[in-house]
């Protein structure tokens, strides 16, 4: 994931720097007139200093004045970034990350660099990729962990996962089942999609296969009704989390959408988790944004993040639900999953945090 957009933040972060190292060369450009032929700058450092002393070739003007700027603040303008900016701006749309999104990451850079006195450290790449660091986890925003949670709240813990059809919702159950059952915690799968031919049976195949309890009803039966037991199974037998899976769905479905509010009043979940696949992009955003209008979101699935090489999705979900990442699917195992953590992510596209 994400691999389109690490080369191209690379370029960008280049692109940045030299025109940030432009602007503070020529912050330190002696007024018209005056001598140039020798900038009182110190040598950086003993090794520096020997070297001059030897008479070996000593550092031209520009790179002492590189020093120079190096060692103190340069306040950026408009125009210094304006050509980075603009485009990171088309790398980011590119790379399927929404709109408003990437807006407010431009919005962010443009904030924390121009009309203010930066301190330039030991390099410019530092500023530009600690500027580039804090946008991007502003949009990221705080992950969820799912365990906390759990520890934190009254068992059984009840998770609903909706979403439209295909995306990978039913094995998402089982790998989500499986993460849990790792981590400790005991779980009952409610076999929710009483909907589409075959759906109960492949969560039944899923759960056997992991030796999770499955509560099922008939094909056509009414989920409120299956998920209700588990629930109640949960309750007896001091399960933990209780997994609900449900038909796929559209959000302009009316009939559906009713369906799933019933669930909700009937089986009280404590976490909505909407299932989308990360390689649809800007539609899995729009319809993540619709589904939580439509019957509340409080955590993203994204899936198939290993088909994705932009990462868009994970990128603008969850600034534009307003709901973090809850779990990546990174492939068709039941290991293949992973708590979306956004510094992680953050480290993944920059490198890691020096
Ligand atoms: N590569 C990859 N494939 C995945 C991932 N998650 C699910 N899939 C595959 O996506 C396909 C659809 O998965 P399902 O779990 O059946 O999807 P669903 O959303 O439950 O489908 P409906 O019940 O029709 O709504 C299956 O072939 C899964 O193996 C993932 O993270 N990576």
Redesign the pocket.
């Known amino acids: 994931m994400f691999d389109s957009l690490k080369k191209k933040l690379q370029n960008i972060r280049t692109k940045f720097a030299s025109n940030i190292e432009e602007a503070a060369g020529a912050e330190q450009e002696p007024p018209e007139g005056a001598e140039i032929s020798e900038p009182a700058v110190q040598p950086e450092s003993p090794a520096a200093e020997e070297t001059a002393q030897e008479g070996q070739e000593s550092p031209t003007f520009f790179e002492k004045v590189k020093v120079l700027v190096r060692e103190r603040e340069v306040l950026l303008q408009e125009k210094d970034v304006e050509e980075p900016l603009f485009e990171l701006e088309m790398v980011l749309l590119e790379n399927d990350v929404a709109l408003p999104v990437t807006d407010e990451i431009i919005a962010r850079m443009r904030r924390d660099l121009v009309g203010r006195h930066r301190k330039i450290g030991a390099s410019v790449d530092d500023l530009v990729v600690s500027t580039l660091r804090s946008a991007l986890c502003g949009v990221l925003g705080e992950g969820l962990d799912l365990s906390r949670y759990i520890r934190e709240h009254e068992r059984p813990v009840k998770i609903l996962?909706t979403?439209?059809?295909?995306?990978?919702?039913?094995?998402?159950?089982?790998?989500v089942g499986q993460y849990l059952q790792t981590n400790g915690f005991t779980v009952v799968i409610g076999a929710g999609?009483t909907f589409?031919a075959g759906?109960i049976e492949?969560?039944r195949t899923h759960a056997d296969r992991l030796g999770i309890k499955t509560i099922q009803h008939q094909a056509g039966a009414d989920p409120s009704a299956v998920l209700f037991d588990a629930v109640q199974y949960a309750k007896a037998h001091d399960i933990d989390v209780v997994l609900a899976?449900?038909?796929?769905?559209f959000h302009n479905r009316a009939n559906l959408m009713n369906q799933l509010d019933k669930i909700r009043r009937v089986m009280k979940p404590d976490l909505v988790v909407y299932?989308d696949?990360?390689v649809a992009g800007n539609d899995a955003v729009i319809r993540a944004d619709e589904f939580n209008k439509a019957v509340g979101t409080d955590a993203v699935v994204?899936?198939?993040?290993?088909?994705d090489p932009k990462g868009g999705a994970a990128i603008s979900v969850a600034h534009t639900v307003g709901k973090p990442i809850l779990f990546?699917?990174?492939?068709?195992g039941y290991d293949?999953?992973v708590p979306f953590e956004p510094r992680a992510v953050v480290n993944e596209l920059l490198g890691d945090e020096s």
């Open positions: 996962f979403g439209v059809n295909g995306t990978g919702k039913t094995t998402t159950v089982a790998k999609d589409r759906a492949q969560i899976d449900t038909a796929g769905r299932v696949e990360a994204l899936t198939k993040a290993d088909m990546l699917g990174t492939g068709q293949d999953i």
